[in-house]
T-cell receptor, first 117, second 108 residues
Framework: SAVISQKPSRDICQRGTSLTIQCQVDSQVTMMFWYRQQPGQSLTLIATANQGSEATYESGFVIDKFPISRPNLTFSTLTVSNMSPEDSSIYLC??????????????FGPGTRLTVL | AQSVTQPDIHITVSEGASLELRCNYSYGATPYLFWYVQSPGQGLQLLLKYFSGDTLVQGIKGFEAEFKRSQSSFNLRKPSVHWSDAAEYFCAVEVLTFGTGTRLTIIP
């Protein structure tokens, strides 16, 4: 299994500002995923972060709004830029099971609950 | 395109009663299927998964799920729920596509 921590656990931000969310894994992983979970809705994949290359964004998400860094195999950050109230969500990072390759069950961080006023 | 449907947004069950949460998927072949649970303030935890073979899979916390190809379903069951089972449950297909979730409330 993998143990994942996220910082901050929650934050309240003003419109127009940016917030950087950190995700730390206790083992080296090639892929890390970032999700958004809007109130009352399911998880939506934002992007896949690979170490040493640009993140791959899903339809509807762009790098200017959600820049991602992946400086090493245990760490990633997601920035929510120029925030608006519509960005209020839980943001989760996840990694695939280390024992079974890229696409298998995932381990999730506890999430970052963001409220934008 | 692949998709997952969880028809029940919210289910209320008495403690000790049986439970079935529905999940239907759309996918071109036999998919990898997962059930996750999200307790309040927690991340998602894998309950069980189906890749191939026996269509009835056992998971943690006494949960099981049955894959039915003819119905494109992967319903989650538990014979007797406990108050600690109150949470949000998500079905997922092929790892990255999640259903909208079913919130489970347990009443005494």
């Amino acid at each position: 299994s993998a143990v994942i921590s996220q910082k901050p656990s929650r934050d309240i931000c003003q419109r127009g500002t940016s917030l950087t969310i950190q995700c730390q894994v206790d083992s080296q992983v090639t892929m890390m995923f970032w999700y958004r979970q809007q109130p009352g809705q399911s998880l939506t994949l934002i992007a896949t972060a690979n170490q040493g290359s640009e993140a791959t964004y899903e339809s509807g998400f762009v790098i200017d709004k959600f820049p991602i860094s992946r400086p090493n195999l245990t760490f990633s950050t997601l920035t929510v830029s120029n925030m608006s109230p519509e960005d209020s969500s839980i943001y989760l990072c996840s990694v695939p099971s280390p024992s079974s390759g890229a696409y298998n069950e995932q381990f999730f961080g506890p999430g970052t609950r963001l409220t934008v006023l | 395109a692949q998709s997952v449907t969880q028809p029940d947004i919210h289910i209320t069950v008495s403690e000790g009663a049986s439970l079935e949460l529905r999940c239907n998927y759309s996918y071109g072949a036999t998919p990898y299927l997962f059930w996750y649970v999200q307790s309040p303030g927690q991340g998602l935890q894998l309950l069980l998964k189906y890749f191939s073979g026996d269509t009835l899979v056992q998971g943690i916390k006494g949960f099981e799920a049955e894959f039915k190809r003819s119905q494109s379903s992967f319903n989650l069951r538990k014979p007797s729920v406990h108050w600690s089972d109150a949470a949000e449950y998500f079905c997922a297909v092929e790892v990255l596509t999640f259903g909208t979730g079913t919130r489970l409330t347990i009443i005494p």
